[in-house]
């Protein structure tokens, strides 16, 4: 069973900027690729970022040059930086991972970006 804990969320201006964490159980997490998705109001769940079990990334469009994705395999970790952050990035934001075919989500963090 693979548990994970997302955290790190808030309250932001426009502008300012957010470091979310999420920590996931068991010690298969180096293995795989890990995701952020968020969700904003009235919108499907959509990918933010992605980093491959070698470190590599992806980043959605909207995103890219603000955002930075990590992982500490030490810590069973990965990491959201997210910079500049813009009204349109607020939503609850969920970790992902996919292993042996079942797909596993955190509950989420909410990051609010308002004046």
């Known amino acids: 069973q693979v548990q994970l804990v997302e955290s790190g969320g808030g309250l932001v201006q426009p502008g300012g900027s957010l470091r979310l964490s999420c920590a996931a159980s068991g010690s298969i997490f180096s293995w795989y690729a890990m995701a952020w998705y968020r969700r904003a109001r009235g919108n499907q769940r959509e990918l933010v970022a992605l980093i491959t079990s070698g470190g590599s990334t992806n980043y959605a469009a909207s995103v890219k040059g603000r955002f930075a994705i990590s992982r500490d395999s030490a810590k069973n970790t990965v990491y959201l930086q997210m910079n500049s952050l813009e009204p349109e990035d607020t939503g609850v934001y969920y970790c992902?991972?996919?292993?042996?075919?079942?797909?596993?989500w955190g509950k989420g963090t909410l990051g609010t970006v308002s004046l």
């Open positions: 992902n991972i996919v292993v042996g075919g079942m797909t596993y």
